[in-house]
């Protein structure tokens, strides 16, 4: 019963590259989040999915895409890495309809941009 | 917006003192406030929720009481242990003006407990 299952946990890049975190989650929810979370700050959301196929922007959208081809996965693409993007990221997952507050949340991907 | 205002931290405490951290909240809908905790190098997990005005949600020791007519939600613990060293944020949802069941997030305190 792994939950939400975050890769890699730790990224270094260099400004200007590009990368994907992973996120997938066994429990069938419909509903995913990335949040990212700076220092002394609470969490922020990026991005956020309802089901497959939709996806709609957060508090924090810019510099960031998503994509949700299955229920289970629901990646998020750094195109053009900045330093403002140092941060840990956080992905999670709630049932839906009902219960839908509930969020099980990955362990997180601290992600250096220098 | 929706907003959470949680008091600042870091606290540290000695082991069996009495915890209160405090949260209000800024909402214009009826908002489901949560608390959840952080353990060093893991994610947020759920520690106890209030779905309208007088619930308590309680869990592991923990509670906290939803007063609308002070607009807050403080998370209280009789006996605190090291074991409760950990970031606490509080955070709600209001899905009737905000939709997905989005959670809107305090800024987080660090609780350290001294054996």
């Not at chain 2, 606290?11 to 209000?24: G, K, P, Q, R």
């Not at chain 2, 619930?55 to 007063?67: L, P």
Request: glycine letters at 10%.
């Amino acid at each position: 019963n792994a939950g939400v299952t975050q890769t890699p946990k730790f990224r270094i890049l260099k400004i200007g590259q590009s990368m994907t975190l992973q996120c997938t989650q066994d429990m069938n929810h419909n509903y995913m989040y990335w949040y990212r979370q700076d220092p002394g700050m609470g969490l922020k959301l990026i991005y956020y999915s309802v089901g497959a196929g939709i996806t709609d922007k957060g508090e924090v959208p810019n510099g960031y895409n998503v994509s949700r081809s299955t229920t289970e996965d629901f990646p998020l693409r750094l195109e053009l890495a900045a330093p403002s993007q140092t941060s840990v990221y956080f992905c999670a997952s709630s049932p839906g309809e009902f219960g839908a507050n509930v969020l099980t949340f990955g362990a997180g991907s601290r992600l250096t941009v220098l | 917006g929706d907003s959470v205002t949680q008091m600042e931290g870091p606290v540290t405490l000695s082991e069996e003192a009495f915890l209160t951290i405090n949260c209000t909240y800024t909402a214009t809908g009826y908002p489901s406030l949560f608390w959840y905790v952080q353990y060093p190098g893991e994610g947020l997990q759920l520690l106890l929720k209030a779905t309208k005005a007088d619930d308590k949600g309680s869990n592991k020791g923990f509670e906290a009481t939803y007063r609308k007519e002070t607009t807050s939600f403080h998370l209280e613990k009789g006996s605190v242990q090291v074991s409760d060293s950990a970031v606490y944020f509080c955070a709600l949802s209001d899905p009737f003006l905000q939709g997905a069941q989005k959670l809107v997030f305090g800024q987080g305190t660090r609780l350290t407990i001294n054996p």
